[in-house]
T-cell receptor
Framework: TQLLEQSPQFLSIQEGENLTVYCNSSSVFSSLQWYRQEPGEGPVLLVTVVTGGEVKKLKRLTFQFGDARKDSSLHITAAQTGDTGLYLC?????????FGQGTTLQVKP | EAQVTQNPRYLITVTGKKLTVTCSQNMNHEYMSWYRQDPGLGLRQIYYSMNVEVTDKGDVPEGYKVSRKEKRNFPLILESPSPNQTSLYFCASSLYLGGTNTEAFFGQGTRLTVV
Protein backbone atom coordinates (compact mmCIF):
# COMPACT_ATOMS: atom_id res chain seq x y z
CA THR A 1 0.00 0.00 0.00
CA GLN A 2 1.36 3.37 -1.03
CA LEU A 3 1.46 5.99 1.70
CA LEU A 4 1.06 8.64 -0.98
CA GLU A 5 -1.52 7.78 -3.64
CA GLN A 6 -1.40 9.74 -6.87
CA SER A 7 -4.18 9.94 -9.41
CA PRO A 8 -4.51 9.60 -12.23
CA GLN A 9 -1.48 7.46 -13.06
CA PHE A 10 -1.68 8.31 -16.76
CA LEU A 11 -3.07 11.36 -18.49
CA SER A 12 -3.07 12.11 -22.20
CA ILE A 13 -4.53 15.46 -23.25
CA GLN A 14 -4.44 17.97 -26.09
CA GLU A 15 -2.39 21.12 -25.91
CA GLY A 16 -4.42 23.94 -24.37
CA GLU A 17 -6.47 21.76 -22.02
CA ASN A 18 -6.42 22.07 -18.24
CA LEU A 19 -5.67 19.20 -15.88
CA THR A 20 -5.38 18.37 -12.21
CA VAL A 21 -3.24 15.72 -10.54
CA TYR A 22 -3.99 14.59 -7.00
CA CYS A 23 -1.78 13.30 -4.21
CA ASN A 24 -3.63 11.78 -1.25
CA SER A 25 -2.70 10.16 2.03
CA SER A 26 -4.33 9.10 5.27
CA SER A 27 -1.31 10.48 7.13
CA VAL A 28 -0.42 14.05 8.00
CA PHE A 29 2.72 15.50 6.46
CA SER A 30 4.71 18.49 7.68
CA SER A 31 5.28 19.36 4.02
CA LEU A 32 4.75 17.93 0.57
CA GLN A 33 6.84 18.39 -2.51
CA TRP A 34 6.16 18.08 -6.22
CA TYR A 35 8.85 16.93 -8.63
CA ARG A 36 8.95 16.56 -12.38
CA GLN A 37 11.02 13.90 -14.10
CA GLU A 38 11.93 13.71 -17.76
CA PRO A 39 13.12 10.51 -19.48
CA GLY A 40 16.71 9.66 -18.66
CA GLU A 41 16.94 12.24 -15.90
CA GLY A 42 16.44 12.38 -12.16
CA PRO A 43 13.42 14.18 -10.66
CA VAL A 44 13.69 17.95 -10.26
CA LEU A 45 11.85 19.89 -7.55
CA LEU A 46 8.97 22.12 -8.67
CA VAL A 47 7.62 23.29 -5.32
CA THR A 48 7.38 22.61 -1.59
CA VAL A 49 4.13 23.33 0.27
CA VAL A 50 4.33 23.63 4.03
CA THR A 51 1.23 25.31 5.47
CA GLY A 52 -2.23 23.72 5.41
CA GLY A 53 -4.37 25.45 2.78
CA GLU A 54 -1.33 26.96 1.09
CA VAL A 55 -1.51 27.75 -2.62
CA LYS A 56 1.62 28.31 -4.70
CA LYS A 57 1.81 29.30 -8.33
CA LEU A 58 4.60 28.61 -10.76
CA LYS A 59 3.58 30.21 -14.09
CA ARG A 60 0.76 27.97 -15.36
CA LEU A 61 1.12 25.46 -12.51
CA THR A 62 -0.88 25.87 -9.30
CA PHE A 63 -0.11 23.75 -6.25
CA GLN A 64 -2.37 23.40 -3.24
CA PHE A 65 -1.79 21.79 0.15
CA GLY A 66 -4.92 20.47 1.85
CA ASP A 67 -6.12 22.14 5.04
CA ALA A 68 -5.43 18.96 7.03
CA ARG A 69 -2.00 18.52 5.36
CA LYS A 70 -2.93 15.05 4.10
CA ASP A 71 -3.28 15.84 0.43
CA SER A 72 -2.10 18.08 -2.35
CA SER A 73 -3.02 18.89 -5.92
CA LEU A 74 -1.25 20.17 -8.99
CA HIS A 75 -3.30 22.05 -11.56
CA ILE A 76 -1.91 22.95 -14.98
CA THR A 77 -3.69 25.60 -17.01
CA ALA A 78 -3.51 25.53 -20.80
CA ALA A 79 -1.08 22.62 -20.97
CA GLN A 80 1.78 22.78 -23.45
CA THR A 81 3.77 19.97 -25.08
CA GLY A 82 6.71 20.98 -22.91
CA ASP A 83 4.71 19.95 -19.82
CA THR A 84 4.99 16.31 -20.88
CA GLY A 85 6.72 14.24 -18.21
CA LEU A 86 6.33 12.30 -14.99
CA TYR A 87 5.01 14.26 -12.00
CA LEU A 88 5.74 12.96 -8.53
CA CYS A 89 4.58 14.06 -5.12
CA UNK A 90 6.82 13.38 -2.12
CA UNK A 91 6.72 13.81 1.63
CA UNK A 92 8.93 13.24 4.66
CA UNK A 93 7.62 10.45 6.91
CA UNK A 94 9.42 8.84 9.86
CA UNK A 95 12.84 9.77 8.56
CA UNK A 96 12.16 8.74 4.98
CA UNK A 97 11.42 10.82 1.90
CA UNK A 98 8.69 8.82 0.20
CA PHE A 99 7.16 9.27 -3.22
CA GLY A 100 3.82 8.62 -4.84
CA GLN A 101 3.66 6.31 -7.86
CA GLY A 102 3.75 9.27 -10.19
CA THR A 103 1.49 10.65 -12.91
CA THR A 104 2.67 10.31 -16.49
CA LEU A 105 1.41 13.29 -18.47
CA GLN A 106 1.42 13.37 -22.24
CA VAL A 107 0.42 16.62 -23.92
CA LYS A 108 -0.27 16.19 -27.62
CA PRO A 109 0.10 19.06 -30.11
CA GLU B 1 28.11 23.53 -9.86
CA ALA B 2 25.93 21.86 -7.19
CA GLN B 3 25.37 18.29 -8.18
CA VAL B 4 24.93 14.64 -7.28
CA THR B 5 27.15 12.35 -9.31
CA GLN B 6 26.38 8.68 -9.79
CA ASN B 7 28.52 6.12 -11.52
CA PRO B 8 28.17 4.16 -13.65
CA ARG B 9 25.19 5.34 -15.74
CA TYR B 10 24.67 1.90 -17.24
CA LEU B 11 25.72 -1.50 -15.95
CA ILE B 12 25.06 -5.02 -17.16
CA THR B 13 26.24 -7.75 -14.83
CA VAL B 14 25.73 -11.42 -14.06
CA THR B 15 23.91 -12.94 -11.14
CA GLY B 16 26.05 -13.15 -8.02
CA LYS B 17 28.84 -10.80 -9.08
CA LYS B 18 29.30 -8.12 -6.43
CA LEU B 19 28.97 -4.54 -7.61
CA THR B 20 29.08 -1.02 -6.22
CA VAL B 21 27.30 2.05 -7.51
CA THR B 22 28.97 5.22 -6.32
CA CYS B 23 27.24 8.45 -5.33
CA SER B 24 28.88 11.73 -4.43
CA GLN B 25 27.43 15.17 -3.63
CA ASN B 26 29.26 18.49 -3.37
CA MET B 27 26.64 20.46 -1.42
CA ASN B 28 27.57 19.42 2.13
CA HIS B 29 24.14 17.83 2.53
CA GLU B 30 23.25 15.86 5.65
CA TYR B 31 20.61 13.58 4.15
CA MET B 32 21.35 11.09 1.38
CA SER B 33 19.30 8.21 0.06
CA TRP B 34 19.03 5.56 -2.62
CA TYR B 35 15.91 4.76 -4.62
CA ARG B 36 14.96 2.25 -7.23
CA GLN B 37 12.41 3.14 -9.88
CA ASP B 38 10.29 0.47 -11.52
CA PRO B 39 7.32 0.91 -13.88
CA GLY B 40 4.04 1.30 -11.99
CA LEU B 41 5.80 1.32 -8.61
CA GLY B 42 7.32 4.78 -8.60
CA LEU B 43 10.41 5.61 -6.57
CA ARG B 44 10.97 3.28 -3.64
CA GLN B 45 13.53 4.11 -1.01
CA ILE B 46 16.21 1.47 -0.43
CA TYR B 47 18.37 3.03 2.28
CA TYR B 48 18.88 6.49 3.68
CA SER B 49 21.43 8.27 5.81
CA MET B 50 20.85 11.20 8.14
CA ASN B 51 24.57 11.87 8.57
CA VAL B 52 28.00 10.26 8.60
CA GLU B 53 27.91 6.73 10.07
CA VAL B 54 24.11 6.92 10.42
CA THR B 55 22.20 4.76 7.96
CA ASP B 56 18.79 3.12 8.06
CA LYS B 57 16.59 0.89 5.95
CA GLY B 58 14.03 2.29 3.58
CA ASP B 59 11.09 0.36 2.20
CA VAL B 60 13.00 -2.16 0.03
CA PRO B 61 16.42 -2.82 1.63
CA GLU B 62 16.74 -6.57 1.01
CA GLY B 63 19.78 -7.46 -1.08
CA TYR B 64 21.45 -4.05 -0.67
CA LYS B 65 24.07 -2.52 1.60
CA VAL B 66 25.23 1.06 2.05
CA SER B 67 27.89 2.93 3.98
CA ARG B 68 28.40 6.59 4.89
CA LYS B 69 32.01 7.00 5.96
CA GLU B 70 32.25 10.54 4.58
CA LYS B 71 29.55 13.17 4.28
CA ARG B 72 29.84 13.49 0.52
CA ASN B 73 29.80 9.79 -0.46
CA PHE B 74 27.05 7.20 -0.16
CA PRO B 75 27.81 4.05 -2.18
CA LEU B 76 25.22 1.34 -2.85
CA ILE B 77 26.52 -2.20 -2.70
CA LEU B 78 24.91 -5.30 -4.14
CA GLU B 79 26.80 -8.24 -2.65
CA SER B 80 25.11 -10.90 -4.79
CA PRO B 81 22.91 -9.28 -7.43
CA SER B 82 19.87 -11.14 -8.71
CA PRO B 83 17.68 -10.50 -11.78
CA ASN B 84 14.91 -8.96 -9.64
CA GLN B 85 17.33 -6.14 -8.86
CA THR B 86 17.28 -5.07 -12.48
CA SER B 87 16.04 -1.50 -12.20
CA LEU B 88 16.79 2.20 -12.53
CA TYR B 89 18.58 3.48 -9.43
CA PHE B 90 18.78 7.04 -8.18
CA CYS B 91 20.88 8.61 -5.48
CA ALA B 92 19.53 11.78 -3.87
CA SER B 93 20.72 14.28 -1.30
CA SER B 94 19.13 17.14 0.61
CA LEU B 95 20.25 19.55 3.27
CA TYR B 96 17.70 18.19 5.74
CA LEU B 97 14.52 16.14 5.62
CA GLY B 98 11.08 17.71 5.79
CA GLY B 99 9.94 21.33 5.89
CA THR B 100 11.28 24.14 3.72
CA ASN B 101 14.70 24.32 2.10
CA THR B 102 14.79 20.54 1.80
CA GLU B 103 14.93 20.14 -1.94
CA ALA B 104 16.16 16.69 -2.89
CA PHE B 105 18.78 16.73 -5.62
CA PHE B 106 19.01 13.60 -7.71
CA GLY B 107 21.80 12.01 -9.64
CA GLN B 108 21.39 11.10 -13.30
CA GLY B 109 20.47 7.52 -12.50
CA THR B 110 22.10 4.12 -12.97
CA ARG B 111 20.35 1.62 -15.18
CA LEU B 112 21.31 -1.81 -13.87
CA THR B 113 20.60 -5.07 -15.67
CA VAL B 114 21.32 -8.37 -13.93
CA VAL B 115 21.31 -11.40 -16.21
Amino acid sequence: TQLLEQSPQFLSIQEGENLTVYCNSSSVFSSLQWYRQEPGEGPVLLVTVVTGGEVKKLKRLTFQFGDARKDSSLHITAAQTGDTGLYLCAGAYTGKLIFGQGTTLQVKP
Amino acid sequence: EAQVTQNPRYLITVTGKKLTVTCSQNMNHEYMSWYRQDPGLGLRQIYYSMNVEVTDKGDVPEGYKVSRKEKRNFPLILESPSPNQTSLYFCASSLYLGGTNTEAFFGQGTRLTVV
